[in-house]
């Protein structure tokens, strides 16, 4: 069974610009949830959808933005890109959210320069 | 607002040399209690759920256990493989799939 697959796994981008991050979940499974990942923070939770909805949501501000497709894949996006939005960004798959464990993907790491 | 505290920060211990690494918590409602292990560079791995006072859970050479206030994972006579960070995670009741993270103890298991 295939697991959480995250997409690029690195990039390097410029103040100012946007970016979208990709995360395939495994098969079968509804509920995407996406965590920021910084040495002095740790894992921040951005949102989580469900069902191409979105059902819970962090505290980052608006220029975070994601989406969830009907075969579940989803897509962060992050505009107007700032140095301390540099992280490791995690994408995490259950089958519904609510008592069943979260698999996460190997993250991508984003560089802004 | 839910809160989650691991100690200690880094943990070092020789081959074979058991210990415990604690996560305290203050949740709303607790739904769940996750233990996670991250590699360098890696997401995290899933480990246990936890999910009412006195549950443990064992899988090779760790345990975790869970009160109403704190949770601990058990690590006995630990191999090098074993150095990695453990993270600790709570989910709240209404919160959905949200997990709220601790910082988590880095372990490292030396010959």
């Known amino acids: 069974k295939a697991g959480v697959t995250q997409t690029p796994r690195y990039l390097i981008k410029t103040r100012g610009q946007q970016v979208t991050l990709s995360c395939s979940p495994i098969?079968?499974?509804?509920?995407v949830s996406w965590y920021q990942q910084t040495p002095g923070q740790g894992l921040q939770f951005l949102f989580e959808?469900?069902?191409?909805?979105?059902?819970n949501k962090g505290n980052f501000p608006g220029r975070f933005s994601g989406r969830q497709f009907s075969n579940s894949r989803s897509e962060m996006n992050v505009s107007t890109l700032e140095l301390g939005d540099s992280a490791l960004y995690l994408c995490?798959?259950?089958?519904?959210?609510?008592?069943?464990?979260?698999?996460f993907g190997q993250g991508t790491r984003l560089t802004v320069v | 607002e839910d809160q989650v505290t691991q100690s200690p920060e880094a943990l070092r211990l020789q081959e074979g040399e058991s210990s415990s690494l604690n996560c305290s918590y203050t949740?709303?409602?607790?739904?769940?209690l996750f233990w996670y292990r991250q590699d360098p560079g890696k997401g995290p791995e899933f480990l246990f759920t936890?999910?009412?006072a006195g549950e443990e859970k064992e899988k090779e050479r760790l345990k975790a256990t869970l009160t109403k206030k704190e949770s601990f994972l058990h690590i006995t006579a630990p191999k090098p493989e074993d150095s990695a960070t453990y993270l600790c995670?709570?989910?709240?009741?209404?919160?959905?799939?949200?997990?709220?993270f601790g910082t988590g103890t880095r372990l490292q298991v030396t010959l």
């Open positions: 995490a798959s259950s089958q519904d959210g609510l008592n069943t464990e979260a698999f």
């Open positions: 098969s079968g499974h509804r509920s």
């Open positions: 959808y469900f069902s191409e909805t979105q059902r």
């Open positions: 949740v709303s409602g607790l739904r769940g």
């Open positions: 936890l999910y009412s």
């Open positions: 995670a709570v989910q709240a009741t209404g919160t959905a799939s949200k997990l709220t």
